[in-house]
């Protein structure tokens, strides 16, 4: 398996544009999460899925951010109106069901908005 | 609230040297706890999980331990080389959702 895919790998873009990342999970894997990550904050859950359902999104931003879940391959996390608070870089990690099952991360989107 | 501390916050040490990673978490209920090495640029790799009833689990050169009575794990890295110079950090399970640490910076040098 080619692992947990990301695109794209680098974004920059002008403050007010629209974001849209995308990941595809491991084949077969029940769960898929969303994660922001930045120097002072460390990594930050944004959204889980289970079974491409959202389960808890409390880790969202605001409602400039949205995660979709289409079927169990692919997944976007949407950023409208991007701000310059919204630099970081954003994973997708994906896992099999079981609450010991470990999660496989991406190689994540580092995203640049001036 | 939930909460995960790491210390040091940044470690340099010579190649081949021993070092020890600290974790401590404030998380409720407990599933489980991971040590997760992420290399620059790079998403992070599982390296150990511990559930409750577990105290030590190693990992090739990683050796992590587990005390749940006082909420408390190490990492320890045994014989270091350059390759692991990275970011390590500790993940408590509370169900499905996932406490991070920040992370322990570690820099191995020649």
């Known amino acids: 398996d080619a692992g947990v895919i990301q695109s794209p790998r680098h974004e920059v873009t002008e403050m007010g544009q629209e974001v849209t990342l995308r990941c595809k999970p491991i084949?077969?894997?029940?769960?898929l999460f969303w994660y922001r990550q930045t120097m002072m904050r460390g990594l930050e859950l944004l959204i889980y899925?289970?079974?491409?359902?959202?389960?808890?999104d409390s880790g969202m931003p605001e409602d400039r951010f949205s995660a979709k879940m289409p079927n169990a391959s692919f997944s976007t996390l949407k950023i409208q109106p991007s701000e310059p608070r919204d630099s970081a870089v954003y994973f997708c990690?994906?896992?099999?069901?079981?609450?010991?099952?470990?999660?496989?991360f991406g190689p994540g989107t580092r995203l640049l908005v001036l | 609230k939930n909460q995960v501390e790491q210390s040091p916050q940044s470690l340099i040490i010579l190649e081949g040297k021993n070092c020890t990673l600290q974790?401590?978490?404030?998380?409720?209920?407990?599933?489980?706890l991971r040590w997760y090495k992420q290399d620059t640029g790079r998403g992070p790799v599982s390296l150990t999980i511990?559930?409750?009833?577990?105290n030590t689990k190693s990992n090739g050169r990683y050796t992590a331990t587990l005390d749940a009575d006082t909420k408390q794990s190490s990492l320890h890295i045994t014989a270091s080389q350059l390759s692991d110079s990275a970011s390590y950090i500790c993940?408590?399970?509370?169900?499905?959702?996932?406490?991070f640490g920040t992370g322990t910076q570690l820099k191995v040098e020649l």
């Open positions: 990690a994906s896992r099999a069901r079981g609450q010991a099952e470990t999660q496989y």
């Open positions: 084949s077969g894997h029940d769960y």
């Open positions: 899925f289970n079974n491409n359902v959202p389960i808890d």
């Open positions: 974790c401590n978490y404030t998380v409720s209920p407990f599933s489980n």
């Open positions: 511990m559930t409750f009833s577990e």
């Open positions: 993940v408590v399970s509370a169900g499905d959702k996932l406490t």
